[in-house]
C-alpha cells in the first residue's frame, strides 16, 4: 500500500500534467470555436462539453475500451511494445484531459468571446499578423481566462473519481489517487482517515471556488 505522501504526489502530478496539456490544446480550440462562424462548430463544442453531463463511469468504460490492449487504437503502439495503456498512469492522462476539457475550453471560449473583434482590427491597422495578434493582443486581454481555465483543470482532476476508477483502478504507486483513497478507507471502514483526506478535499475546493469568485470581482467581467 503506498503512504499518503506518495498518494498525494502522486495526485498533484496528475493533475499538473493534466492541466499543462489541457491549457495546450484548449487554447487553441477555443480560440477556433470563439471565432468560427461554422455552424457545424457547435457540433464540435457540444462534443467538447460532452463529459460536463456524461456520468463520468461511461466515459471511464468506453476509454478502458480504448486503452485496452484489444483496442485498434492501440495496435501503432503494441508494434511498439506497449500493449495497453488502461492501468497506468499515462491512461489516467488521457481520461483525466478528456474528461477536464471542458473546464478548460469553456472559460477560455468566453474570455475569447468577450474580447471582441476590434483589439484584432486595431492590432490589423498596425500590421500586425494573425499569429502577433493573438500571443500580444488576444493572450493578456483573455488572461483572466486562462488562470480560471488553470484553476478549474487542476481542481477537477484532483476531484476526479469515476473515470479514475475505471481506466486506473486504484493501483498503489501508479493510479491511486486521492478521491480512490477516500473510496478504499470507506471499505476499509477507516473513518478517521477518509475525514481527514475529505476534510482537506473539501477546504481545498472551497480555497478553488473562492479564488474564482475574488478574482472575478477583481477583474470585474462575468464569470465563464
Partial sequence: MSGIADIVWLTLRLAGVTTIILLLVATPLAWWLARSRFWWSEVVGALVALPIVLPPTVLGFYLLIALGPHSILMAPLQALGVRTLAFTFTGLVIGSVIYSLPFAVQPLRNAFQAMGDRPLEAAATLRAGPWDAFLTV??????????????????HTVGEFGVVLMIGGGIPGETEVLSIEIYRLVEAL???????????????????????LLLDRRTGRPRP
Fill in 138 to 155: 488576444a493572450v493578456p486581454l483573455a488572461r483572466p481566462g486562462f488562470v480560471v481555465a488553470a484553476v478549474l483543470a487542476f481542481a
Fill in 190 to 212: 477507516e473513518w478517521g482517515q477518509a475525514h481527514l483526506i475529505a476534510g482537506c478535499l473539501l477546504a481545498f475546493a472551497f480555497a478553488v471556488v473562492l479564488s474564482l
